[in-house]
C-alpha cells in the first residue's frame, strides 16, 4: 500500500484519504460526465469504499446514466467542486475526481471510456484504450487485473 490518497475541494469543507490504491482508473467522456464537470471530461479514480475516510458532507446529484445504471456525484455545497462518484456498477468503490486530489499527478488513467460520446473538442491521451461506450465485463476485468492494486469486486 502506497501512502494515502488524500484530497478535498477548493474551500477546504470536505477532506477525503483512502488508505488502499485505486481499482481502477479511468477518463470517462460520457453525457453525464460532461454534464457534471462542464468539461470533456471525468478523469476518476475508484477505491474501496471500506478504506475510504471523509470529512464534511458532500451533496450528491443522482441521474440515471446512459447504461441505464443509477450514478450519483457528490460535490461540495459550498464551492462547488466535484470530489466524488458513486456508480450501481461498483457499489463497494467510490469514484474520486483525480483533480480533487492533492497530488493529482499520481492519478495514472489506463481507459479512455465513452469515446463515442467525445466532443470534437476533447483531446484524449493517445496511448490509452479507447472504449466505445461502458466496458464490457471483459474489458472492465482486464482493467481491474491490471489496477495499481487488486481489489476483490466480489
Ligand atoms: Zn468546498
Ligand atoms: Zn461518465
Redesign the pocket.
Given at each position: 500500500m502506497n501512502e494515502a490518497w488524500a484530497g478535498g475541494c477548493a474551500c477546504g469543507a470536505i477532506r477525503y484519504a483512502s488508505a488502499a490504491d485505486p481499482a481502477f482508473s479511468w477518463n470517462?467522456?460520457?453525457r453525464?460526465?460532461q454534464r457534471a464537470s462542464g468539461s470533456a471530461f471525468?478523469a476518476v479514480l475508484y477505491v474501496p469504499r471500506a478504506a475510504l475516510t471523509v470529512h464534511g458532507e458532500a451533496t450528491y446529484f443522482e441521474v440515471r446514466a446512459e447504461s441505464g445504471r443509477r450514478v450519483s456525484r457528490g460535490f461540495c455545497p459550498t464551492c462547488g467542486s466535484p470530489l466524488f462518484i458513486q456508480a450501481d456498477l461498483v457499489p463497494d468503490l467510490q469514484g474520486l475526481w483525480a483533480a480533487s486530489l492533492d497530488e493529482p499527478a499520481r492519478f495514472k488513467p489506463q481507459a479512455d471510456v465513452?469515446v463515442s460520446r467525445g466532443q470534437p473538442w476533447d483531446c484524449m491521451a493517445s496511448p490509452l484504450q479507447k472504449i466505445a461506450e461502458a466496458p464490457n465485463d471483459e474489458e472492465f476485468h482486464a482493467l481491474l487485473a491490471h489496477a495499481q492494486a487488486r481489489v476483490p469486486l466480489d
Amino acid at each position: 500500500m502506497n501512502e494515502a490518497w488524500a484530497g478535498g475541494c477548493a474551500c477546504g469543507a470536505i477532506r477525503y484519504a483512502s488508505a488502499a490504491d485505486p481499482a481502477f482508473s479511468w477518463n470517462c467522456h460520457c453525457r453525464d460526465c460532461q454534464r457534471a464537470s462542464g468539461s470533456a471530461f471525468c478523469a476518476v479514480l475508484y477505491v474501496p469504499r471500506a478504506a475510504l475516510t471523509v470529512h464534511g458532507e458532500a451533496t450528491y446529484f443522482e441521474v440515471r446514466a446512459e447504461s441505464g445504471r443509477r450514478v450519483s456525484r457528490g460535490f461540495c455545497p459550498t464551492c462547488g467542486s466535484p470530489l466524488f462518484i458513486q456508480a450501481d456498477l461498483v457499489p463497494d468503490l467510490q469514484g474520486l475526481w483525480a483533480a480533487s486530489l492533492d497530488e493529482p499527478a499520481r492519478f495514472k488513467p489506463q481507459a479512455d471510456v465513452w469515446v463515442s460520446r467525445g466532443q470534437p473538442w476533447d483531446c484524449m491521451a493517445s496511448p490509452l484504450q479507447k472504449i466505445a461506450e461502458a466496458p464490457n465485463d471483459e474489458e472492465f476485468h482486464a482493467l481491474l487485473a491490471h489496477a495499481q492494486a487488486r481489489v476483490p469486486l466480489d
